[in-house]
């Protein structure tokens, strides 16, 4: 009875471990961060122009995002978009933070308390006009 508790103990905790090297992930294999990244320039209001579709902002139309910084040096970040089914505005408020430096596209971003995701500046006109943003894998573009 003591080996198979061992086996189950030591499976869950390989499980374990698994999911949080899964979790930490922050940007598709293959995919580099804009580098040199300017901070600055990025802050303000952008529009989205296309995505592909995810929950969060199923049913939405509208959608923008607005970066400010925070006194930490992180980025709060204020999603929002009109849900045409619901015919109402949502809005929702996160945090960036960045994953090396400041001067890295390469971030993580969280709408839902300590759970972060990937969030990673991929491409960027040199005037920050226009911008390509992937999450930690490809599905989110």
Excluded at 133 to 139: D, I, L, Q, R
Aim: aromatic share 18%; glycine share 8%; proline share 3%.
């Amino acid at each position: 009875m003591k080996k198979v508790t061992y086996i189950l103990g030591g499976s869950l905790l390989a499980l374990g471990a698994v999911a949080v090297f899964n979790a930490c992930k922050t940007i598709p294999k293959g995919v580099t961060a804009v580098k040199p990244f300017n901070t600055e320039m990025y802050l303000g209001k952008w529009y989205e122009i296309a995505r592909l579709d995810y929950r969060f902002e199923k049913n939405m139309n509208n959608t923008s995002a607005y970066y400010s910084l925070r006194e930490d040096g992180s980025l709060k970040v204020v999603n929002s978009g009109y849900n045409y089914k619901k015919q109402q505005w949502e809005e929702v408020i996160g945090k960036a933070k960045f994953i090396d430096s400041p001067k890295e596209g390469k971030l993580k971003v969280s709408f839902f308390g300590p759970f972060y995701s990937g969030y990673n500046v991929v491409d960027i006109d040199e005037y920050y006009r226009y911008v390509l943003v992937a999450g930690k894998n490809h599905y989110y573009l």
